[in-house]
């Protein structure tokens, strides 16, 4: 009887050390994606961050539930993961991006500079419709004065498509609008 209870602890502390390892993963290739979503603006990114936060969020329910870890290790876990999740929106746009359910904005920028951070790259910060969005350094400084219609994830703002209209265009867009 000793033997077997013995037998069923060492298979589940692998089990416990595979699940934390999962855990880990996520946490760090979640936060990498987040650091650079700005650098590499792709859909690929948006999968990759989304992808590693609903990983993550399932094996913290799964240490959460394994009673063999300590309360105060479980709570760690669990506010980590709370953390990147609200920081991380991606995860709740999933369900928009498979339905192609995009918002778009419209409109000349009413804000077009360049901003960068420590763990950003530059990027194109510009309002469109009331509307913050960062995008690709590759933009022309002189597009500030055109039309921009952008594909957008309601929750994350994160950018599917984009267009930037010619002048020509842009006076036709505003002339039709007035």
Not at 61 to 73: A, N, Q, S, T
Not at 78 to 106: G, M
Not at 133 to 139: G, R
């Amino acid at each position: 009887m000793i033997n077997d209870n013995k037998n069923e602890k060492s298979l589940v502390s692998p089990l416990n050390k595979l699940t934390k390892r999962i855990w880990f993963v996520s946490f760090a290739v979640g936060t990498v994606g987040m650091m650079l979503r700005y650098k590499y603006p792709f859909t690929e990114m948006f999968w990759v961050i989304s992808i590693s936060t609903l990983i993550l969020a399932f094996t913290c329910v799964v240490i959460i539930l394994i009673r063999d870890i300590k309360i105060f290790e479980r709570l760690i876990y669990l506010f980590a993961t709370i953390a990147l999740l609200i920081h991380s929106p991606e995860w709740l746009d999933i369900p928009a991006y498979l339905k192609n359910d995009y918002k778009v904005a419209e409109g000349v920028p009413t804000l077009f500079e360049i901003r960068s951070g420590r763990n950003n790259p530059e990027r194109w910060e510009v309002v469109v419709d009331n509307i913050k969005f960062s995008m690709p350094i590759e933009i022309q400084e002189n597009s500030y004065d055109n039309w921009f219609v952008i594909n957008y994830l309601p929750s994350s703002r994160y950018i599917v498509d984009y267009k930037i209209l010619s002048e020509q265009e842009t006076k036709g867009k505003i002339n039709y609008s007035n």
